[in-house]
């Protein structure tokens, strides 16, 4: 018996009568039709979310071989079968994201296994591997196979926006320490996805946007579909069915999609103020759709949360009008204060007291507004800040709440006009007929509390002299609170040194250190942050550095701050460090100078690890500096200080000194983008290639660099230079023996057999600009390429890649996959640099050419002749349309169904190709606009076919417009051969002008 049905006996006699037995994950894989028999009940146990993740859990279990070596999960049935199992009840939940992340009361989904279970559902839905979701066209994919592109997308910028909630991090009990490492471990594969979904934010948002122009119906995948597709039903096409699958009408897939992207848009605007109109556009279509659709099946959405985000984004774009019966209350204030009418503001809030229609804490939120203001220095403001927490108070007051503190504070210096004010407030506050006897009742306590809390008697005279509080306190309790305030005056008077008020030194130091943190948060000018920090030291012992949870330094420097004894100087080191990485992140270099000179001025009298430690940080300020105005066009040459301070760097060695790699990387990235090849290659110490890798690599591509112009035997370097990068991309392999005996290879993805991880060499690049080195590295990946793709007939093309070598001795170790996306990777960032750069142009059409992305492909052969041309203007060279170019560019057009556009196409080759040109004008059905391409036809012989083909066909319009194309005079085979060719040229240009029209 296996230890799990062994446990599963023990339930069973250990249970109470009665007790349901919860079913096991594995009974599912022996019984097929128990999973929808099960989620059928009304109250399944376990629920539907704990068992997608038990079986996904199941399916993602490392083996152990013979040699008890852990290994990848296997790729067998049951795997396989435990996957589609997870699909199934995602599918029963009809893919609705809210239950799937929320979940039930004790399960829900966490971000890896959500990745995990999407990533399944686009694997059997057939979307292309290795292909951006943002490069494909939705309307020409499968229904199952575009809506599991959209949920994908729809999931990743939900969970952007969900992970900029902050959340209340749970501190383990005793009990709990063995956790912490499992819960780590979830913690970085959740941050890595994280990042990656923060980078793709973009693609995903343009992948939306672009569902939202399907205007039809659309299917996702149920039980039955992947049922049929495990089945291999497939292969006759029925689950790619416009009718396959659950339908989801387009306006109420279009509301759920409208909504995804409001939030993301939201999230957005605080660091992008346009993006907030964004949101607003995106939440009126909601809310449009919401009140179009009778049912609401498919759209999962809090509309209180739509509301909220609705009233946020009218108030934050300044379209607050009145007329908006949602939005009134909100709208009408917060127009107010952009129109700068204060008094109207105090006027509303006064006249809400009585309806009671703005939320509570909308109102306080609406002070603390005002008081930042003031704090920032618009003293002008002060009196109205008193005035709405005087108008909160008695809101407050009347509900029966406990009075602020800031109210308190107000009452230790009063004066008779605020005094005033506060009754004008209390009388205007309470209904004129008839008010309730609660409020009443509230408003009196109210009246004797302000008396109490008021030492000055002339002012208790006031309020005890009013109309509303002889109308709403009896005459015993008015006599007896008079006296009262009398004897204690007397006992005031008498007291060398009155006795505090209750709310006085405590809520006074308390909203000091609330305010100094607030400062300590916003300044950037260190002698402030010096002060600010003095004076809070001097009102509590507590670690400052902790006040902002977003203020982090690199880990590699953690220790040796903490390690400060004196606690002030801990904290202003710590923040000046924050600070000024926070600084240089937003390209505000200015401010960075400024801290981390500060702190280098501060850590140099008492530690001198820590005066290298921002020396070398410094340092990196400034390549960033240099390097941010290259990128933004400054062609000014890095100074020579800076040349030398990066070489020191380089052959820095000082024992116990914590370094961050990004360091040293961005010193070599830095030398080869100012080509300091000399360096690199003659002057670098021994040692020093050795043991950093990253000097290693710019070693090579420098030398690889330096020698492509020159003879063929002189390339020993890029030899050194393929055999890295081939290390890079390879993974480890092993053998195992199967049962039937035979040998097989299993590929460990996560190798270090290369000098550094793929990722770190593809961050490592994305920060070179040099072109030549990048020409370089997009030969080297597209020689790679061809080579691990064995394809003849498809090949990716580039520069210099002769200097390669033509074959691999271990091509099974090489990850193809991993090349493949490193070629889209490298190539599409090189062009986000230059995208009038020719070579890379056609590389990256090749790619989409391969991949049969023909519409991708020809835009892009048409933008490398364009930038060639002068937009046409001249003839494309032929080094650029080459035969092979035109070859691929005809077969994009071939499969696009534009035969009129191959056949003129075909007349651009060295030797026309009649045979293709005359198969294409065959063709009954052209997507073109066919006769209107005549006039580009300078070939008599495909003129003469295509008037004898709309003979044949009886389309006599068509037959005269190519007789009238036939008959113009230039293309008379008797003119001279400069004629003919002036034609020629003259209807190429115009040609290629109208197809960039047509696809840019």
Not at 70 to 91: C, G, I
Request: hydrophobic fraction near 40%.
């Amino acid at each position: 018996m296996s230890a799990e049905a062994a446990d599963r006996v023990a339930a069973v006699i250990g249970s109470r009568p009665g007790t349901p037995l919860q079913t096991s994950w594995f009974e599912f894989l022996l019984d097929d039709g128990l999973l929808e028999n099960h989620l059928q009940k009304s109250n399944p146990d376990p629920p539907p979310v704990q068992l997608i993740i038990q079986f996904l859990e199941q399916a993602s279990k490392p083996s152990v071989n013979e040699q008890n070596q852990v290994q990848p999960p296997a790729d067998n049935r049951r795997n396989r079968t435990l996957k589609l199992l997870a699909l199934k009840v995602a599918a029963h939940m009809k893919w609705d994201l809210d239950s799937l992340e929320k979940g039930f009361v004790h399960f829900s989904l966490t971000i890896p296994v959500l990745n995990m279970l999407l990533n399944e559902l686009l694997c059997v839905s057939k979307v292309p591997p290795g292909v951006k979701h943002v490069d494909l066209d939705l309307s020409t994919l499968p229904p199952t196979t575009a809506m599991a592109v959209i949920i994908y997308n729809r999931w990743a910028i939900r969970t952007i926006v969900l992970s900029s909630f902050p959340e209340k991090q749970t501190k383990p009990g005793p009990h709990q320490m063995n956790m912490l490492s499992i819960v780590q471990q979830e913690k970085e594969m959740t941050d890595n996805i994280l990042t990656v979904l923060k980078e793709q934010a973009t693609d995903s948002v343009s992948v939306l946007e672009g569902a939202l122009r399907l205007k039809k119906d659309f299917y996702i995948h149920t039980l039955r579909t992947l049922d049929l597709l495990a089945s291999d039903a497939a292969a006759n096409g029925e689950t790619e069915s416009s009718t396959a699958g659950l339908r989801i009408s387009a306006d109420e897939f279009h509301c759920q999609v409208h909504y995804d992207l409001g939030a993301i848009f939201f999230q957005q605007g605080c660091t992008d103020q346009p993006a907030y109109e964004k949101a607003r556009d995106h939440f009126r279509q909601t809310n449009d759709l919401l009140k179009k659709l009778d049912s609401t099946i498919h759209v999962h959405l809090d509309e209180k949360r739509l509301a909220g985000y609705w009233n946020a984004c009218k108030a934050l774009t300044g379209d607050c009008g009145s007329s908006d019966p949602q939005t009134t209350p909100y709208g009408h204030i917060n127009s107010l204060i952009r129109a700068y009418n204060y008094q109207a503001v105090i006027e509303a809030f006064i006249k809400d007291n009585m309806s009671r229609s703005l939320p509570n804490h909308f109102r306080r939120s609406v002070l603390r507004e005002f008081m930042y203001k003031v704090q920032q220095g618009d003293l002008g403001l002060d009196e109205v800040c008193h005035k709405l927490c005087v108008c909160n108070a008695v809101r407050d007051a009347l509900e029966g709440e406990v009075l602020g503190v800031r109210f308190q504070q107000l009452l230790l210096k009063p004066s008779k006009r605020m005094v005033d004010f506060i009754l004008e407030v209390c009388t205007r506050s309470l209904e004129k007929d008839r008010p309730a006897e609660t409020p009443r009742r509230n408003m009196a306590i109210f009246m004797k509390t302000l008396c109490e809390s008021l030492e000055d008697l002339s002012l208790v005279f006031v309020v005890s002299s009013h109309k509303l509080f002889m109308e709403l306190l009896k005459e015993e309790e008015r006599k007896l609170l008079v006296e009262q305030m009398r004897k204690r005056s007397a006992t005031i008077n008498l007291s060398a040194k009155p006795l505090p008020s209750f709310y006085d030194i405590p809520a006074l130091a308390s909203v000091n250190i609330g305010q100094l943190e607030q400062q300590l948060i916003l300044s950037l000018e260190p002698r402030r942050i010096r002060q600010i920090l003095i004076e809070l030291h001097g009102m509590a012992e507590r670690p400052f550095w902790k006040v902002n949870s977003k203020w982090e330094v690199p880990p590699d420097y953690i220790n040796v701050i903490l390690g400060i004894k004196d606690n002030l100087t801990k904290d202003l080191v710590y923040i000046l460090m924050a600070k000024g990485l926070h600084c240089i992140a937003i390209k505000d270099f200015g401010h960075a100078r400024q801290l981390f000179s500060a702190c280098l001025e501060l850590v140099t009298e008492f530690s001198p690890k820590l005066r290298q430690v921002m020396l070398n940080e410094m340092l990196l300020l400034e390549v960033r500096a240099h390097e941010t105005m290259a990128a933004e066009g400054c062609k000014e040459r890095p100074p020579p200080d800076l040349v030398s301070r990066v070489r020191g760097y380089l052959e820095m060695r000082i024992h116990d000194l914590p370094l961050r790699q990004v360091v040293g990387e961005e010193c070599v990235a830095f030398m080869l983008n100012w080509r300091e090849n000399d360096y690199l290659t003659l002057q670098v110490p021994p040692s020093l290639v050795m043991n950093n890798p990253y000097i290693k690599l710019g070693q090579l591509l420098a030398s690889t660099c330096k020698e492509l112009p020159g003879p063929k035997e002189s390339r020993r370097t890029a030899k050194e230079l393929w055999d890295v990068v081939v290390q890079i991309c390879s993974v480890s392999i092993q053998h195992k023996r199967n049962s039937d005996g035979r040998v097989g290879l299993i590929k460990h993805r996560e190798s270090s057999m290369g000098i550094l991880h793929r990722s770190k060499f593809i961050t490592f690049i994305k920060k070179l600009r040099e072109p030549l080195v990048l020409t370089t590295l997009i030969s080297l990946f597209v020689k790679l390429h061809s080579i691990v793709r064995d394809d003849i007939v498809n090949e990716v093309t580039a520069e210099h890649l002769s200097i390669w070598p033509s074959s691999l001795p271990n091509i099974q170790a090489v990850d193809v996959e991993a090349v493949a996306v490193t070629v889209k990777e490298l190539v599409s960032y090189a062009l986000t640099l230059n995208p009038n750069n020719q070579s890379w142009l056609i590389t990256q059409a090749d790619i989409y050419f391969v991949t049969n992305q023909y519409s991708a492909a020809l835009n892009l052969y048409l933008q490398a002749g364009a930038v060639s041309s002068d937009f046409f203007t001249k003839a494309v060279s032929p080094d650029v349309y080459t035969d092979q170019v035109l070859k691929r560019m005809i077969k994009c057009c071939s499969m696009m169904n534009c035969h009129t556009q191959v056949a003129v196409l075909c007349q651009f080759l060295r030797e026309v190709d009649y045979m293709t040109a005359f198969k294409a004008l065959q063709e009954p059905n052209s997507h073109d606009a066919m006769d209107s391409f005549y006039d580009y036809i300078w070939d008599v012989t495909i003129l003469e076919y295509l008037t004898h083909i709309h003979h044949k066909r009886g389309e006599t319009e068509k037959r005269q417009i190519a007789i009238k194309a036939i008959g113009q005079t230039e293309l008379n085979t008797s003119n001279p051969e400069e004629v003919l060719q002036l034609a020629a040229q003259k209807r190429k240009k115009r040609f290629l002008q109208a197809m960039a029209k047509l696809y840019f």
